[in-house]
């Protein structure tokens, strides 16, 4: 779903990662600015906080730059899934 909510312009607030895949696309988009680990009991303090330094715009910001492969990566997963069929 992080490849999903990224090409449609979202900023990413992510919970808990399920596994090593999850773990890795987390990193990436910490590292382009378009993702922060959110903060499930403080969730309106954490949006309110991220509003006022201004980072929703930086990650937009660093949206519009993302690489083609993160805008295609679930085709490229069910791609994937069905040549192993």
């Not at 900023?11 to 990662?17: A, C, D, E, V």
């Not at 969730?43 to 993160?70: C, F, R, S």
Request: glycine share 8%; charged share 25%.
């Amino acid at each position: 779903m992080a490849y999903d909510a990224a090409a449609a312009g979202c900023f990413l607030l992510t919970l808990k990662p399920w596994g090593v895949w999850e773990e890795r696309i987390e990193d990436i988009f910490w590292q382009k600015g378009i993702s922060r680990k959110a903060e499930p009991t403080q969730i309106i303090k954490q949006l309110t906080g991220l509003q006022e330094i201004g980072w929703v715009e930086q990650a937009h910001d660093a949206l519009k730059n993302l690489e083609p492969l993160y805008l295609k990566g679930v085709k490229n997963i069910v791609k994937t899934v069905k040549s192993v069929k």
